[in-house]
């Protein structure tokens, strides 16, 4: 069973060499190479999945090490896989996503001349993800973590023929960059504090070390995990990601990279839980993440940009959850994997509307979409219920409970975080049900594009609708299926560990307040968006609104704060470059030229002259020998 | 006769010949000024032998003339190389070795 850890990581990564490496031959059945190689890294978890669920509770964990890689002196860093219950669940939600994912991008991208190097990079981002969840020390995760990067920048720019497709990409992976130093330096300190950085020896002996060096490392941690998964402040190149083809939106967003950071610091919890400044520090960034999101994606017209500042909020309640300490890991995988089905639905809903109306993005432009796509609509409208946390469905399970734990979190720091997950929840109804109502409901707004051609909105084949409708039922049945018997729970404990916080407020207090704060939400988005005709122009909007359009200023933000001083800084330095350095250099030349050109005129070619040259020279040595000797 | 006086000679002859290198322009009269420099130094030698009474300064003498007979050869062989091609023996016309 342990050799078919490394299987996992291998096949796709065999499918993304195969694509990439293959030529032109493979390009009319690259695709399916990659769905099949995806699907089959998809069997292997499962079989795992199977055995794992067949051994008791505490001997889940497999180790699995392939070979020595950095073997110098008492230094060991091995290419080593662990399989527990945390990276199960990683397994089976990236390869399961992944592979729906793979299926529906042979629909969607038919008619794109570079399908094959597409599927390629597909596999390399489910390869790299894979092994960034199943590494059991920290540099091999560092790998998985880079090559999650190197794929994401590849797919975002993937119509690198645009340039803001291109630019996006590049900001995606300077943003990212910042969080990778988080990380590599986080990754020092463990080194330095505990001399190695294997997982279990460090997480074990992390009780052991000083508190201040736990925080720095805590501190370290999330940088990192803001950078992948996009949380305040490094959130900005989450919104321009939207560049990519859809289902690389739907992939970035459910199933691999934004996930990635709630993967480190729940694999870290024990740092954590010994680092408590660290963890309000994660408290602070999931509060403040989850309503920045929220807030962005109330104001913007662009149907995907919407679903993205939805992702960077669900996040933001993941990172809450895992800031919570064991009151909340668990949770926070859990609408981890909740929301990796209702995520990618609705992306992939999302990319089936625009693939019915001639690539169109406002919603402003679509309406009444519901008689003409009704799979995708159904399917839609299931993850539009789960995400708001309709009762039964998936969302509901997983968000009621991380506000609970936030309430549970116990004193004015309970309150203040509870308070915020329930604010995020009601503006999750509003903009939800807003991207709903603009998409679906209301008259047809739609206009013809550039080129004149009318919309004719049509079902999208069934290799799309195939995959929205597994992912529609994942939004519907998986958060119960978790909650019955409090499966989910009792099968990560053992590796995240639990406990119960005392919450001033009881469970069902906290649902009906959840309850209550929805229909509020709902109700809003239907007055502003639902009983009024919905015009084709946005409308000014208040201050906040503009804001929130512009990403609640974030690049102008980042511009100020960091491109401004970073190009006068690297100004000045240029011009101590040009006129010091230089100066110094181009002297020295200068000097020696010009003095080798006055030497030159003694060679003037007059046989004569040399003769004076050496008579003079002998002159002066005689005299200096004759001196020489008188003294 | 004080040997010395010869030494004078040989100063007085290696003088005219270095005067006529740098001054004259042909170069047949720079080559014999050459010559001459070259045969005060042997007087010289020759003059420095009898004084040490020893014998080897009239070796390096015998030295020098068949070296200067060599060069003779050469030197004459260049200058009518360069006077067939520029019709002309003075130095001064071939300065081309120069910046």
């Known amino acids: 069973m342990e050799n078919l850890i490394g299987l996992l990581v291998a096949v796709p990564l065999l499918g993304a060499a195969l694509l990439l490496c293959g030529g032109r031959r493979l390009d009319g059945k690259g695709h399916y190479i990659g769905t099949v190689l995806a699907g089959a890294s998809f069997v292997i978890g499962a079989v795992l999945f199977a055995d794992m669920l067949g051994r008791g509770e ?48 042979i629909g969607y991208m038919e008619h794109d001349e570079r399908r094959r190097r597409f599927f390629g990079y597909l596999n390399l981002f489910l390869a790299a993800m894979l092994l960034l969840v199943l590494a059991d020390n920290y540099l091999l995760l560092y790998v998985g973590w880079e090559g999650v990067g190197l794929a994401s920048y590849l797919l975002i720019g993937f119509w690198q023929h645009k340039p803001s497709a291109a630019t996006a990409a590049k900001k995606a992976f300077i943003v990212n960059r910042v969080g990778d130093v988080g990380l590599s330096i986080a990754i020092m300190l463990m080194f330095t504090t505990f001399g190695t950085f294997t997982f279990a020896p460090v997480l074990t002996n992390a009780d052991h070390a000083s508190e201040g060096k736990l925080t720095a490392i805590g501190l370290m941690l999330l940088l990192a995990a803001c950078g992948k998964s996009a949380q305040v402040p490094l959130q900005s190149w989450l919104g321009d990601a939207m560049e990519g083809p859809t289902p690389v939106s739907a992939l970035i967003h459910a199933a691999t990279m934004v996930t990635a950071g ?22 602070a960034v999931g509060a403040v993440t989850l309503l920045f999101g929220a807030i962005v994606g109330c104001a913007k017209d662009d149907i995907k940009k919407a679903l993205a500042g939805s992702t960077m909020s669900q996040i933001g309640y993941m990172i809450l959850a895992a800031g919570l300490g064991p009151i909340g890991y668990v949770f926070a995988i859990m609408h981890l994997v909740t929301h990796g089905f209702f995520k ?101 707004r739609w206009v013809p594009d550039e080129e004149g051609h009318e919309p004719h909105p049509h079902e999208s084949p069934s290799s799309m609708t195939i995959p929205m409708i597994v992912l529609a039922v994942g939004s519907v049945f998986a958060g119960g299926l978790f909650s019955v018997n409090d499966a989910f729970l009792k099968w990560l404990e053992p590796v995240t560990g639990h406990s119960h916080g005392d919450s001033p407020l009881s469970a069902a207090a906290v649902t009906a307040g959840t309850m209550v704060v929805l229909a509020i939400g709902v109700a809003l988005a239907w007055a502003q968006y639902g009983r009024r005709p919905v015009p084709r122009t946005a409308p000014r909007g208040s201050l906040l609104t503009r804001a929130a359009r512009r990403d609640l200023l974030q690049d102008d933000f980042n511009h100020v704060a960091l491109v401004k001083p970073g190009q006068y800084l690297t100004r000045g330095l240029v011009y101590v470059d040009h006129k010091l350095v230089d100066g110094v250099v181009n002297g020295t030349a200068a000097s020696v030229g010009g003095l080798s050109g006055r030497l030159r005129k003694l060679q003037n070619g007059y046989a004569r002259t040399y003769a004076v040259s050496m008579f003079g020279g002998t002159a002066v040595l005689i005299a200096a020998t004759l001196l020489m000797r008188a003294v | 006769m004080n040997p010395v006086n010869y030494l004078y000679l040989a100063a007085l002859l290696f003088t005219i010949g270095a005067a006529g290198v740098v001054i004259r322009r042909n170069a047949i009269v720079l080559f ?39 060069e003779v050869v050469v030197g004459l062989a260049i200058i009518v190389t360069v006077f067939r091609s520029r019709h002309s023996a003075s130095v001064d016309d071939a300065s081309l070795m120069k910046l």
């Open chain 1, 58 to 105: 505490h001997d889940r964990a497999l180790h699995s090490k392939v070979f020595s890689w950095i073997p110098v002196g008492g230094f060991r860093a091995d290419v080593a896989f662990q399989l527990d219950q945390l990276s199960m669940t990683f397994v089976l939600l990236i390869t399961g996503v992944g592979t729906l994912i793979h299926i529906y991008s």
């Open chain 1, 262 to 283: 709630v993967y480190l610091i729940t694999r870290s919890g024990a740092i954590f839980n010994a680092a408590p400044d660290a963890q309000a520090a994660v408290v």
């Open chain 1, 344 to 444: 990618a639905g609705l992306f992939l809903g999302a990319g089936s509307v625009m693939h019915a109306m001639n690539d169109e993005v406002d919603m402003r432009k679509y309406g009444g979409l519901r008689k003409y796509m009704p799979v995708t609509f159904i399917t839609f409208g299931l993850g539009y219920l789960a995400i708001i946390g309709f009762p039964g469905l998936s969302g509901f399970w997983s968000k009621d409970k991380i506000i609970e734990a936030a309430f549970a979190k116990g004193g004015t720091e309970g309150w203040i975080l509870g308070g915020a997950a329930l604010l995020g929840a009601a503006i999750t109804a509003y903009y939800m049900t807003r991207v709903m109502l603009l998409t679906f409901f209301g008259e047809k």
């Open chain 2, 32 to 70: 014999m000024c050459v010559e001459l420099m070259l045969n005060a130094c042997n007087l010289a030698f020759v003059t420095f032998s009898r004084l040490h009474g020893n014998l080897d300064g009239q070796i390096i003498a015998f030295f020098t003339m068949v070296v200067a007979a060599a």
